[in-house]
């Protein structure tokens, strides 16, 4: 048998196709080896209704993708070097770089707009404080706002009026063949690119002398040199991707050359400097220039840009000492815990569902190889949206839908997930419920021999399937299976009896449904429960049982609003 290697990577797909690049590489070197991708999760890929600098960024797209490393899950990480920290976790290393692509940042518009055309009267998006700054520093007056997402859906964004224009990394746009909404590239002298800007990074284990020596014949000397002084100039000033801070690098023979900045958020305070250098002092000479600035006048802006983040954490805490449990996993990337604890909460996990994908049979594999007869599919919640392209790419290497392919989804979290595999909803229900979708659905499209896939759970009942096949062709695939835990933390358990919580939250019926097996029939009405929703309320009430908080809007900030809410009365 071939031996087998594990290349890991986040499911969008600028991720896969930078780790297909390192797949490809990797093959042409070793044909004698197996290498597969493995699509991980991480906290930042969730994430994608707030703000970046508002939820930090150390390690935030490549937490997950380490500890599947260090699990032996994967033998290496695929990442942009600008999302890997510039202090990498006990047992990990930078192991090589592909040849690094273009490090400059690209304005999109739909009208060929140029940097030099924008006033303060457009509208200019960008998720990047870096950026911010220099543009600030341009013109003090401009306005701009928060984007996230997938490049498409920055781009229907724009195309649907949030911003005029967008900026973001070139290098993206070009791997995704998107090239064609670039209206500028912008020279690096005017906007000073991320450090490490355009490079793809792989990351191993220590000790792992097979692994090194295998990236060894990939990896792209000079890239790892500019990207490494970057680096060292970004880590010297304690910087991370949500601070002004960039460089841009060059070699030209023997002599290297950097240019990095650091700027208030603002733009007003804004410090530059250039440095060269022989090539093999690159990484000394451009942390002494980081010195310099830090020296300069650095220190303060850092420091203010640091106070600013505190005064926010230090806000109002309405759930201070509050004791929460919810019976829903904490899960990578799981917004609640971070929510509940911003608010002063303590959140205990007592899980009382456990999702896993299904084994597809035959026909499920006849219906997702082909995808193209079909007009609709229709996702339910974010597991629906997870496990089904975990069985697409299981099955094809790939998570590409047809582009003739429309997408339905219940609620803003199923749009969000749907977001990270790089595609937008046609349709968004903004109900809960296979009923709310149905009636808002046929008042938009009223469907007429239309052929609809169902991605669902296998508790999922029937409604959207009757419904739909009264006009139409309808095939349901069971993509996940949501069943009871074998067991529960006893403690926690314990906790209720003792009275010891302020509220104990229910996600779902099942939530409830499987928490009633393993407690106390004769307790259950003594307990201070909060259901996340309408179906999930009914489910009590079904029961015999009644919620104190039923959250307004499905979701968990709609739950936290209610409790708030809750409490404060």
């Not at 490393?69 to 695929?78: K, R, Y």
């Not at 739909?110 to 006033?119: A, Q, V």
């Not at 106070?307 to 230090?314: P, Q, R, S, T, Y």
């Amino acid at each position: 048998m071939k031996q087998t290697v594990r290349i890991g990577t986040r499911g969008s797909k600028l991720a896969l196709y930078q780790a297909y690049r390192v797949k490809e590489e990797l093959e042409a070197k070793y044909p004698e080896i197996v290498f597969e991708i493995e699509i991980i999760k991480t906290k930042g890929d969730i994430i994608l209704d707030v703000p970046l600098s508002k939820i930090g960024d150390k390690g935030l797209f490549t937490k997950e993708l380490e500890v599947a490393m260090f699990n032996n899950e994967i033998d290496m990480a695929v990442h942009s070097l600008k999302d890997l920290p510039t202090t990498f976790p006990e047992g990990a290393k930078l192991g090589a770089v592909l040849q690094r692509g273009d490090v400059r940042d690209a304005l999109i518009s739909s009208n060929n707009m140029k940097l030099k055309d924008l006033t303060a009267e457009h509208t200019i998006a960008t998720s990047s404080l870096r950026r911010k700054a220099q543009l600030l520093k341009i013109n003090k007056d401009f306005k701009i706002v928060e984007i996230r997402g997938n490049v498409n859906t920055r781009i229907r964004k724009m195309q649907e009026g949030y911003c005029d224009v967008m900026i973001m990394a070139a290098a993206g746009l070009q791997r995704l063949e998107m090239s064609e909404f670039i209206s500028e590239l912008i020279d690096p002298t005017v906007m000073i690119p991320a450090c490490s800007q355009g490079a793809i990074a792989i990351e191993i284990r220590e000790n792992d002398p097979f692994i090194e020596d295998l990236l060894s014949k990939i990896n792209d000397k000079e890239t790892m040199i500019t990207t490494s002084a970057e680096r060292a100039f970004l880590k010297t000033l304690e910087g991370g991707c949500q601070i002004p801070v960039g460089s841009h690098s060059k070699i030209d023979g023997d002599n290297f050359q950097l240019t990095g900045f650091i700027s208030s958020i603002d733009g007003s305070q804004y410090l530059k400097e250039t440095i060269n250098c022989k090539v093999e002092d690159a990484v000394e000479a451009s942390k002494a220039i980081a010195k310099k600035l830090f020296e300069n006048g650095g220190k303060e802006i850092l420091d203010a840009i640091r106070d600013i983040n505190l005064i926010e954490v230090k806000g109002t805490m309405p759930l201070k000492d509050k004791v929460i449990i919810s019976t829903r996993a904490i899960e990578a990337g799981d917004t609640l815990p971070g929510l509940l604890q911003k608010q002063g909460a303590n959140l205990l996990s007592l899980p009382m569902i456990e999702i896993t994908p299904t084994t597809p049979s035959q026909d499920d594999f006849n219906l997702l190889n082909n995808l193209n007869e079909f007009n609709w599919v229709i996702f339910t919640s974010k597991n629906g949206v997870v496990n089904f392209f975990k069985h697409l790419s299981d099955l094809k290497g790939s998570t590409a839908l047809p582009e003739t392919l429309k997408i339905a989804v219940i609620g803003n979290k199923t749009a969000v997930e749907l977001d990270y595999y790089g595609y937008a909803p046609h349709f968004i229900s903004q109900g809960n419920t296979s009923e709310d979708l149905l009636e808002e659905f046929y008042k938009e499209h009223n469907p007429t021999n239309q052929k609809f896939l169902l991605s669902l759970g296998n508790l999922a009942d029937d409604t959207l399937y009757i419904r739909l096949s009264k006009e139409n062709t309808v095939k349901r695939l069971d993509v996940y299976k949501t069943e009871k835990p074998k067991s529960v933390d006893s403690s926690i358990i314990e906790l209720i009896n003792n009275n010891k919580y302020d509220l104990i939250i229910f996600t779902s019926p099942s939530t409830f449904n499987n928490f009633c097996s393993f407690y106390d029939a004769d307790k259950i009405k003594n307990l201070k429960m909060a259901s996340i929703g309408s179906t999930t309320s009914k489910a009590l009430e079904d029961a015999g049982f009644n919620a104190l908080i039923t959250a307004k809007k499905s979701n968990v900030e709609g739950l936290i609003d209610s409790m708030i809410e809750y409490f404060k009365n």
